[in-house]
């Protein structure tokens, strides 16, 4: 067997004491090891040098680890390229979110534990060969098959005949996708449904609490593993998709200054945090949000002498929510002004403060918020008078009361009328959890495990929502769906709830007669936004036909 190639692993901290004690600690693994005493030293060896594995200090004086692994992240080469970062100080779970964000994979605390990180920076080596490997076997498949096109090039019922089977293959590659992302999804949806269910009951052992929310951290992080499975092209161009949820303002701001305090308060500056008098609602992305104001307020400390002042104010204009940061620092000159997001722009201090950041953080940002529908601008009235940023955002606008005829009708707890649902699902777990949910939070829920039943206690109950799950057996979701638009009321309103998510699928599910389409598992929140939302479309509508209410207390009728 032909000895293996070594593969290079780049050692990056500012201690050499602590690259001494790496190399020592990785030396037994046989592979390259290479030391660089910064951040900046550390990508002028990606420029040159081929790398497999980062393992780098998060705390570093020029250019720390969470800013080093973004700019790492942007290079085409190093899109994919394993980044472990090594922190002496606890880190918190928001800490280990920005990490996740600018590009780690792991983490090793301090002290470390030489057979952990061994164990660690192997694994990723050995990813990284088995992926050479694979490469190489798939560069010889693909000139087998460019020889056997060549061959078949010269008889065209035989250039035919392959045209047709590489369209089928493909088709089978998209159907085998769509059904292994359906049946991860149904196991996915009731772990979801029953972390949402013990949150809505009190623990009183932390270790069971603690449990829960692993659960559910790990149910949402295997979701996102099986969209990315689903939406390859997102992944080979690097972008980045919004995992939008509701979130109150307060905990935006809270979450950026958590991030940001250590570096404000290293420079003595004093920060003021003004907020609204009213709990104010955004529907976006929480990380990227905390990482716009974050990055602002960075922003402030960085360009000012220490001891300073910061002011972040927010408040509500209407329909926006206007969040400005104000410091007192060094400005921007006017032929600055128009170049501040432009990527890598350095501005007006690049050399008289050399620790001011590459010029990524305000490009991000610009990106950032016009993905969440916003804008962002910034005015100063020159060097030495300081900057104002001021970002604009959409704000999650809370919905109007509704007409009512009904008297005291019984709630979910959170205001909303409690609503008669049918849940159908042939997946027993997935359909008993989401049940007990909807159920625990107020509402009075009916099950179907198939379509004839289905159909039937929609004619015959009438109930304002249809959960209904597509791969049923026998008749499949969408004939069940066209039957009760067929034979029950119209103001009954059906959702798909369902493992496919392709857009294919939620084209079927709209021409069926669907009003909406969600695909497992839902997100709790999103799920109780949606039956408030429909639950009301359902009342107008049988409001606007001159039917009655119905009382869920006495099932009395109520004109």
Same mark, same amino acid.
């Not at 940001?260 to 945090?273: Q, W």
């Given at each position: 067997?032909?000895?293996?190639?070594?593969?290079?692993?780049?050692?990056?901290?500012?201690?050499?004491?602590?690259?001494?004690?790496?190399?020592?600690?990785?030396?037994?693994?046989?592979?390259?090891?290479?030391?660089?005493?910064?951040?900046?030293?550390?990508?002028?060896?990606?420029?040159?040098?081929?790398?497999?594995?980062?393992?780098?200090?998060?705390?570093?004086?020029?250019?720390?680890?969470?800013?080093?692994?973004?700019?790492?992240?942007?290079?085409?080469?190093?899109?994919?390229?394993?980044?472990?970062?090594?922190?002496?100080?606890?880190?918190?779970?928001?800490?280990?979110?920005?990490?996740?964000?600018?590009?780690?994979?792991?983490?090793?605390?301090?002290?470390?534990?030489?057979?952990? +990180?061994?164990?660690?920076? #192997?694994?990723? !080596?050995? *990813?990284? @060969? %088995?992926? /050479? =490997? &694979?490469? $190489?076997?798939?560069?010889?498949?693909?000139?087998?098959?460019?020889?056997?096109?060549?061959? +078949?090039?010269?008889?065209? #019922?035989?250039? !035919?005949? *392959?045209? @047709? %089977?590489? /369209? =089928? &293959?493909? $088709?089978?590659?998209?159907?085998?996708?769509?059904?292994?992302?359906?049946?991860?999804?149904?196991?996915?949806?009731?772990?979801?449904?029953?972390?949402?269910?013990?949150?809505?009951?009190?623990?009183?052992?932390?270790?069971?609490?603690?449990?829960?929310?692993?659960?559910?951290?790990?149910?949402?992080?295997?979701?996102?593993?099986?969209?990315?499975?689903?939406?390859?092209?997102?992944?080979?161009?690097?972008?980045?998709?919004?995992?939008?949820?509701?979130?109150?303002?307060?905990?935006?701001?809270?979450?950026?200054?958590?991030?940001?305090?250590?570096?404000?308060?290293?420079?003595?500056?004093?920060?003021?945090?003004?907020?609204?008098?009213?709990?104010?609602?955004?529907?976006?992305?929480?990380?990227?949000?905390?990482?716009?104001?974050?990055?602002?307020?960075?922003?402030?400390?960085?360009?000012?002498?220490?001891?300073?002042?910061?002011?972040?104010?927010?408040?509500?204009?209407?329909?926006?929510?206007?969040?400005?940061?104000?410091?007192?620092?060094?400005?921007?000159?006017?032929?600055?002004?128009?170049?501040?997001?432009?990527?890598?722009?350095?501005?007006?201090?690049?050399?008289?403060?050399?620790?001011?950041?590459?010029?990524?953080?305000?490009?991000?940002?610009?990106?950032?918020?016009?993905?969440?529908?916003?804008?962002?601008?910034?005015?100063?009235?020159?060097?030495?008078?300081?900057?104002?940023?001021?970002?604009?955002?959409?704000?999650?606008?809370?919905?109007?009361?509704?007409?009512?005829?009904?008297?005291?009708?019984?709630?979910?707890?959170?205001?909303?009328?409690?609503?008669?649902?049918?849940?159908?699902?042939?997946?027993?777990?997935?359909?008993?959890?989401?049940?007990?949910?909807?159920?625990?939070?107020?509402?009075?829920?009916?099950?179907?495990?198939?379509?004839?039943?289905?159909?039937?206690?929609?004619?015959?109950?009438?109930?304002?929502?249809?959960?209904?799950?597509?791969?049923?057996?026998?008749?499949?979701?969408?004939?069940?769906?066209?039957?009760?638009?067929?034979?029950?009321?119209?103001?009954?309103?059906?959702?798909?709830?369902?493992?496919?998510?392709?857009?294919?699928?939620?084209?079927?599910?709209?021409?069926?007669?669907?009003?909406?389409?969600?695909?497992?598992?839902?997100?709790?929140?999103?799920?109780?936004?949606?039956?408030?939302?429909?639950?009301?479309?359902?009342?107008?509508?049988?409001?606007?036909?001159?039917?009655?209410?119905?009382?869920?207390?006495?099932?009395?009728?109520?004109?």
């Amino acid at each position: 067997m032909e000895p293996r190639e070594k593969v290079n692993i780049l050692l990056v901290d500012d201690q050499p004491g602590k690259l001494i004690t790496y190399e020592v600690m990785l030396a037994e693994l046989g592979e390259n090891l290479i030391k660089a005493n910064s951040g900046r030293e550390a990508l002028e060896v990606l420029l040159k040098t081929e790398i497999t594995v980062i393992l780098m200090d998060v705390s570093m004086p020029d250019l720390d680890g969470f800013e080093l692994a973004e700019i790492i992240r942007q290079h085409p080469r190093y899109k994919k390229t394993a980044i472990i970062f090594v922190s002496a100080v606890h880190m918190s779970d928001v800490d280990r979110l920005r990490g996740y964000a600018s590009g780690a994979v792991d983490y090793v605390s301090v002290p470390v534990v030489p057979e952990i +990180l061994r164990a660690k920076v #192997s694994v990723f !080596v050995e *990813l990284y @060969r %088995q992926t /050479r =490997e &694979a490469e $190489r076997l798939n560069r010889e498949l693909e000139e087998r098959v460019d020889r056997r096109t060549a061959e +078949l090039q010269q008889a065209m #019922s035989k250039q !035919v005949d *392959l045209s @047709r %089977q590489l /369209r =089928e &293959a493909d $088709r089978r590659k998209d159907d085998f996708l769509a059904l292994l992302a359906h049946e991860l999804r149904n196991p996915l949806a009731s772990l979801r449904n029953a972390a949402s269910i013990m949150s809505l009951k009190e623990i009183d052992d932390s270790e069971l609490v603690w449990c829960r929310d692993m659960v559910d951290r790990q149910t949402c992080h295997l979701t996102r593993l099986v969209d990315d499975l689903l939406d390859v092209s997102r992944i080979t161009q690097g972008k980045i998709a919004l995992r939008r949820e509701s979130i109150n303002l307060a905990e935006i701001v809270a979450g950026a200054v958590e991030i940001s305090r250590p570096y404000i308060d290293t420079r003595g500056h004093e920060l003021n945090v003004t907020l609204p008098d009213q709990p104010v609602m955004l529907h976006g992305d929480s990380a990227r949000l905390i990482q716009i104001v974050a990055n602002l307020l960075n922003n402030a400390a960085k360009f000012q002498n220490e001891h300073g002042r910061i002011e972040l104010t927010v408040e509500r204009d209407e329909d926006e929510v206007i969040f400005v940061i104000k410091d007192c620092g060094f400005g921007i000159s006017s032929e600055s002004l128009p170049r501040v997001f432009d990527l890598f722009a350095q501005g007006d201090h690049a050399l008289q403060y050399p620790h001011g950041g590459l010029g990524i953080g305000l490009s991000l940002v610009k990106s950032l918020v016009g993905m969440h529908g916003g804008t962002v601008g910034v005015r100063s009235e020159g060097l030495g008078l300081g900057s104002e940023f001021t970002v604009r955002l959409p704000c999650q606008l809370a919905a109007e009361p509704a007409t009512t005829s009904r008297v005291n009708a019984p709630t979910n707890g959170h205001g909303a009328p409690a609503l008669r649902i049918l849940v159908v699902d042939d997946n027993q777990d997935a359909a008993l959890s989401l049940a007990l949910f909807l159920r625990l939070s107020g509402h009075e829920v009916m099950l179907a495990s198939e379509g004839e039943t289905a159909v039937e206690i929609a004619t015959k109950s009438a109930p304002e929502i249809v959960f209904l799950d597509i791969g049923l057996p026998g008749m499949d979701g969408y004939e069940v769906c066209r039957r009760i638009r067929a034979q029950g009321p119209e103001e009954i309103r059906i959702i798909a709830m369902t493992g496919y998510g392709q857009e294919r699928d939620r084209l079927r599910t709209a021409a069926a007669g669907f009003d909406a389409h969600m695909v497992k598992p839902v997100e709790p929140g999103e799920l109780l936004r949606q039956v408030a939302y429909f639950g009301e479309k359902s009342r107008e509508a049988r409001l606007a036909a001159g039917k009655p209410t119905v009382d869920r207390v006495d099932e009395k009728v109520t004109e």
